[in-house]
C-alpha cells in the first residue's frame, strides 16, 4: 500500500468520508465539475460537507484530499469564501515550498549519474532517504549514510526506503515477495501484459525484476504512487507521482502522457489495474479516479469496441475488502470469475444454465426466453409477428399499428385474446425448467446431507480427542 491518503485536513470525521452515516463528515462532488476547486501541496482539494444526525449543515468546505492530520496539510477554505490577492499568493509560495526538493527530470539525471559510480561511491544517506552523488557526501557526513548501494537493491527501492508510519497520513504497508509472486503468476496465466501499479510499489518492482532476470516475463508495469521518493529511482515511463484520491499527476502532463500511452498501448489490449487503496480512504473519490482512468483507456479504443464491450480489456483488482464491497455494490464494471466459463465477467453477468454460459454482452444481467432458446437483453420481449425477441417498439414484418402479439388492427396488444396463450406456453416452458432446476438442487442436497454428517462426526472425535490429549498433558 502506498501512502494512506485519508481526508479532513479540519474535521475529524466518525465515520468514513462519502458514506450514509448519522454524523459525520461526507465528501461533495459539485454539480459544476468546470469550476476547479482549490490547490494544496497535494493537488486539487475536496468538498465536505459535516453531517451531523443525517442532516447536512448548509455550509461546506474544502480540505485536503490527502491528509485529514492538520498538522501534514492544514488546508481549509469555505465553499463561499473570497479571498484577496495576497492570501492566493501566499497559499502558491506554501504549495511550492511543500513539493519535492528535486524536479523529476532533475531525478532521472542523478539517477543516471549514480548507476555509473563505483559500488564504493554509491551512498545513500538513511535520515534523507536520498541516493547521494559525491557532490552531496560533505552535506550528509553528520547523518547515518550506508554505503556499497548495489544494482540489486537499487532495483527493490522499497527494501532500501522506510516505511511511512504515520496512520494519519500514510501508514504504508508493502506486500510480502511472496504475495506479489503470486499476483505476478496470476496476471501472467490470465494474458496480462501490462499493469498500472496505484499504489503498490513492492509489486511493481517485483515484476520489473522478473522482466529483467533469467527467466524473463513479459508483463510491463508502471507504478501511480503519491510517495515522490520512488522518483529517485526510476526513469519516466516506469513512475508517477500521483494522488489516487483526486487524480492529480505533480509533475502535470507529461506524466498524464505516460500513463495515457501505457494505457492505450497496443490498442489498449491486455492492461491490468492492481490497486491497494489505505484503510478508511475516501471510497467515492477513489471510484471517481479509476473512472477517468479508464476513461483514458477507452480513448484508445475504437466506437465499435467500447459501446458493446464498455471494459473489455481493463481489468482491476482491489486488494483492500472494504473497496472490494463498495464497488460491487455500485459497479457493474467490476469482475468476477465464473467457475462454469473459466472466464472473468461482469457482476451482473449471471451464468445462464439453459445457455450453459454467461451470456450478457454489454455487463447487465440477460433473461432467457424458452421461445427462442436463448438469452436476451433485459429490456426485449418476444414478437410472436418476427418470431424473435425484439424491442417492444420496434419495426417488423407485421403490421406497425394494431396488436403486437398477433398483427391484428382491431385491438391493442393489452387486449389481445391470444396474449393468455402465448403467456400460457412461455409460463409452462419456464414452470418445467424451474422445477427440473429443484429436482437437481434436491439431489445435490440429499449426497451432500449424508455426506456431510459423515464429516461431522469425524470432526466432533478430533475434537474430543484433541481436548482429551490436551488434558492429560496439563495434568502430568
Not at 249 to 258: Q, S
Not at 317 to 333: D, G, K, R, T
Not at 401 to 427: M, Q, Y
Amino acid at each position: 500500500m502506498a501512502a494512506s491518503r485519508d481526508w479532513l485536513g479540519t474535521v475529524e470525521a466518525e465515520g468514513s468520508a462519502g458514506r450514509q452515516a448519522s454524523s459525520g463528515v461526507e465528501v461533495v462532488f459539485p454539480s459544476d465539475p468546470a469550476t476547479p476547486a482549490p490547490l494544496c501541496p497535494h493537488g486539487p482539494t475536496l468538498l465536505f460537507v459535516k453531517v451531523n444526525q443525517g442532516k447536512e449543515e448548509t455550509r461546506r468546505f474544502y480540505a485536503c484530499s490527502a491528509c485529514r492530520d492538520r498538522k501534514d496539510c492544514n488546508f481549509f477554505q469555505w465553499e463561499d469564501e473570497k479571498l484577496s490577492g495576497a492570501r492566493l499568493a501566499a497559499r502558491e509560495a506554501h504549495n511550492r515550498k511543500c513539493q519535492p526538493p528535486l524536479s523529476r527530470t532533475q531525478c532521472v539525471e542523478r539517477y543516471l549519474k549514480f548507476i555509473e559510480l563505483s559500488l564504493s561511491q554509491r551512498k545513500f544517506c538513511q535520515r534523507c532517504q536520498q541516493l547521494l552523488l559525491p557532490d552531496d557526501w560533505e552535506k550528509h557526513q553528520e547523518h547515518r549514510v550506508v554505503g556499497d548501494i548495489s544494482i540489486t537493491q537499487l532495483k527493490r527501492p522499497s527494501q532500501l526506503l522506510y516505511p511511512l508510519e504515520n496512520k494519519k497520513t500514510n501508514a504504508q504497508y508493502l506486500f510480502a515477495d511472496r504475495s506479489c509472486q503470486f499476483l505476478i503468476d496470476l496476471l501472467s496465466t490470465l494474458g496480462f501484459t501490462r499493469a498500472l501499479c496505484v499504489g503498490t510499489p513492492r509489486l511493481h518492482e517485483l515484476i520489473r525484476l522478473k522482466a529483467s532476470g533469467e527467466k524473463k516475463s513479459n508483463i510491463k508495469s508502471l507504478l501511480l504512487d503519491i510517495d515522490f521518493r520512488y522518483s529517485q529511482f526510476y526513469m519516466e515511463d516506469s513512475f508517477c507521482h500521483y494522488n489516487m484520491f483526486n487524480h492529480h499527476f505533480f509533475d502535470g502532463k507529461a506524466a498524464l502522457e505516460v500513463c495515457r500511452t501505457f494505457l492505450q498501448e497496443d490498442k489498449g489490449e491486455g492492461v491490468i489495474m492492481v490497486t491497494d487503496p489505505p484503510f478508511g480512504g475516501l471510497v467515492e473519490p477513489l471510484a471517481v479516479t479509476f473512472k477517468k482512468l479508464i476513461g483514458m483507456w477507452k480513448e484508445g479504443q475504437s466506437q465499435a469496441v467500447t459501446k458493446n464491450y464498455p471494459y473489455s480489456g481493463f481489468s482491476l483488482i482491489f486488494l483492500n475488502p472494504e473497496f472490494v464491497s463498495f464497488f460491487q455494490a455500485s459497479a457493474c464494471w467490476i469482475t468476477r470469475f465464473c467457475p462454469l466459463c473459466q472466464r472473468y465477467v461482469s457482476l451482473e453477468n449471471q451464468h445462464c444454465e439453459h445457455c450453459n454460459s454467461c451470456t450478457s454482452k454489454d455487463g447487465r444481467k440477460w433473461n432467457h426466453c424458452f421461445l427462442c432458446k436463448k438469452c436476451v437483453k433485459p429490456s426485449w420481449i418476444h414478437c410472436s409477428v418476427c418470431s424473435h425477441c425484439a424491442l417492444p417498439d420496434h419495426s417488423c414484418g407485421g403490421p406497425k399499428d394494431g396488436c403486437f402479439i398477433c398483427g391484428e388492427l382491431d385491438h391493442k396488444r393489452s387486449t389481445c385474446p391470444k396474449i393468455a396463450t402465448s403467456k400460457k406456453v412461455n409460463n409452462t416452458l419456464f414452470f418445467r425448467a424451474v422445477r427440473k432446476q429443484k429436482q437437481r438442487k434436491s439431489s445435490k442436497m440429499k449426497m451432500g446431507t449424508t455426506k456431510g454428517q459423515s464429516m461431522n462426526h469425524t470432526s466432533v472425535t478430533r475434537k474430543k480427542n484433541r481436548r482429551e490429549r490436551a488434558h492429560q498433558y496439563l495434568c502430568s
